[in-house]
């Protein structure tokens, strides 16, 4: 059972080029999220989704678009990449039932901007 | 505004002793608090959890204190293990958040030694 999947674990990219990062969660869950950990920051939420089709901001969302258009997947983009988006991005899912349950994470992608 | 805070970045405590980390709130909304452990390379894992019904929380070596008069919530590990060395995240969310929308502390450093 892989949980939260995130693609890559490490990429390296210069100045003004864009990339996308994969999450994708076999569990079947409705909410997934999109955060930044920066040092002496803890997490921070990009955007997130409540179910398919789905997308909202988060406390900092700018510079950064998503999409959700399998449940199972929730893409971030970085249309042109600044080095103030290097930074470890952690994807988490969780189900949307009733009362409260803990978001499961993936393992990171951590991102360089030259 | 910083809504969730852990004020020391880092612990120090020998195996065998207990282990307290401390997280402030400002926000009184938040209605539920977790507590999430992260190894180097490794996504957040959910630890243990209270809802603000509740004071205390217990689950084996980990127990989790709520204060809500004081906005005031601690995580106890007794006895620690060398296996305890992590980071700690403390995380709170609303139900007045949409999605359930979680907001993290900076994380404390927490080094059991032999």
């Known amino acids: ?9 490490f990429r390296v990219l210069k100045t003004g080029q864009s990339m996308t990062l994969l999450c994708a969660q076999d569990m079947n869950h409705e909410y997934m999220y999109w955060y930044r950990q920066d040092p002496g920051m803890g997490l921070r939420l990009i955007h997130y989704s409540v179910g398919e089709g789905t997308t909202a901001k988060g406390e900092v969302p700018d510079g950064y678009n998503v999409s959700r258009l399998k449940k199972q997947n929730f893409l971030l983009g970085l249309e042109s ?7 470890v991005y952690f994807c988490a899912s969780k189900g949307a039932v009733v009362g409260n349950q803990p978001q499961h994470f993936g393992d990171g992608t951590r991102l360089s901007i030259l | ?6 004020n020391s970045p880092s612990l120090s405590v020998q195996e ?15 209605d539920y608090f977790l507590w999430y452990k992260k190894y180097p390379a490794e996504g957040p894992t959910f630890l243990i959890s209270i809802s603000s019904i509740k004071d205390k929380n217990e689950d084996g070596r980990f127990t989790v204190f ?8 601690s ?4 006895p620690s293990q060398p296996g305890d060395s ?11 958040s949409g999605a359930q929308k979680l907001v993290f502390g900076q994380g404390t450093r927490l080094t059991i030694n032999p």
């Not at chain 1, 059972?1 to 995130?6: D, E, S």
């Not at chain 2, 995580?75 to 007794?78: A, D, E, F, K």
């Open chain 1, 1 to 9: 059972n892989a949980g939260v999947t995130q693609t890559p674990k």
């Open chain 1, 81 to 87: 990449a600044a080095p103030s988006q290097t930074s």
């Open chain 2, 1 to 6: 505004d910083q809504q969730v805070k852990q």
């Open chain 2, 16 to 30: 065998g002793r207990i282990s307290i980390l401390n997280c402030d709130y400002t926000n009184s909304m938040f």
């Open chain 2, 66 to 73: 709520l204060n809500k008069s004081a906005k005031h919530l």
């Open chain 2, 75 to 78: 995580l106890h590990i007794v």
């Open chain 2, 86 to 96: 992590a980071v700690y995240f403390c995380a709170a969310h609303g139900s007045f």
